[in-house]
């Protein structure tokens, strides 16, 4: 048993030294393999670049925090329409708990919910 695992010990051992082909070549540039932070950030790249196309709606839910006049304004930032438009909404988020202020596609109603979170508006995404 004591001489093969010697003979294990000397073949790892053996194998761990660089050979005359591992030698750098004279006139040639040393490549670094590429690392594998740059391949994910390649990857992530490609991910964020496919179109959804899913046709999903924003929902905003009411709470205690916030003013009449806040809610109204980041609806209007968020979805770009008229101050009797957002009144209305936040009216109804008011009485009912939650209303769907925005319809569209998966990646603009990310960006409608980003736009409500940002004064910290509790939204949902349905598809």
């Known amino acids: 048993m004591p001489e093969l695992l010697n ?6 051992f053996i194998s761990s030294i660089p050979s005359e082909s591992d030698a750098p070549v004279p006139g ?6 590429p690392t594998p ?6 990857q992530t790249e490609t991910i964020e670049a ?3 196309g ?4 924003v929902i905003l839910f009411n709470d205690e925090i916030h003013t009449f006049e806040e809610v109204t304004q980041q609806i209007i930032k968020a979805i770009k329409c008229s101050e009797d438009q957002a009144e ?5 988020v008011h009485s009912k708990g939650k209303t769907r ?9 990310l960006r409608v919910s980003g ?12 598809y």
């Open 28 to 33: 040639m540039p040393k490549q670094a393999p």
């Open 88 to 92: 209305s909404l936040t009216w109804e």
């Open 37 to 42: 932070q740059r391949e994910y950030q390649e």
């Open 115 to 126: 736009i409500l979170e940002e004064i910290d508006l509790i939204t949902q995404i349905e």
């Open 50 to 52: 496919v179109p959804t």
């Open 7 to 12: 003979n294990i010990a000397s073949n790892l």
């Open 101 to 109: 202020v925005y319809d569209g596609e998966m990646g603009e109603c």
């Open 54 to 57: 899913l046709s999903s709606k």
